[in-house]
């Protein structure tokens, strides 16, 4: 079931200063094609929610998603190879940003120009630093044989 959470209270979620107290390790987890996750807790001192960032590296898309256990995606960095459409309609393209709103939970996009999407690593990083997500130990560097999109 998700968790009631309007587009204000997310927001305030996602502004709060949190921590990742334990490094960021990639797990491969594909047999035939290279597939990457990680799973962090994510501590908010100010609130008793409980918050996760996922990540995920498959063939040809890839996520971030912090999330308010068990379902709900407050924020997301995700590249499609198809993209897909706005709640308005509009095109939100390959490379995108989702926001939480209680409408139209995570459907709504927009075009981010503060992520460099060459280069996995330093969109986490971008993505966190969004997040306001502290991490004292340095993510586990993700080395990817075949090209990102």
Not at 56 to 85: C, Q, Y
Not at 127 to 134: K, Q, V
Request: charged share 25%; net charge negative; aromatic share 6%.
């Amino acid at each position: 079931m998700a968790t009631r959470l309007s587009r204000q209270e997310a927001d305030q979620l996602a502004a709060m200063p949190k921590l990742i107290s334990e490094q960021i390790r990639w797990t491969r987890t594909g047999a035939r094609v290279e597939t990457y996750r990680f799973l962090a807790a994510v501590a908010c001192g100010e609130t008793e929610t409980s918050l996760v960032l996922h990540g995920v590296v498959g063939k040809t898309n890839w996520s971030f998603v912090l999330m308010v256990e068990p379902d709900t995606p407050i924020r997301k960095l995700t590249v499609h190879g198809r993209g897909h459409a706005n709640p308005d309609g509009s095109d939100a393209g390959a490379h995108h940003k989702h926001v939480w709103d209680e409408d139209s939970k995570d459907r709504e996009t927009y075009y981010p120009t503060d992520i460099d999407f060459t280069d996995i690593n330093a969109a986490l990083l971008g993505f966190l630093a969004e997040c306001t997500i502290t991490v004292p130990i340095s993510p586990e560097t993700l080395i990817v044989e075949r090209r990102l999109k």
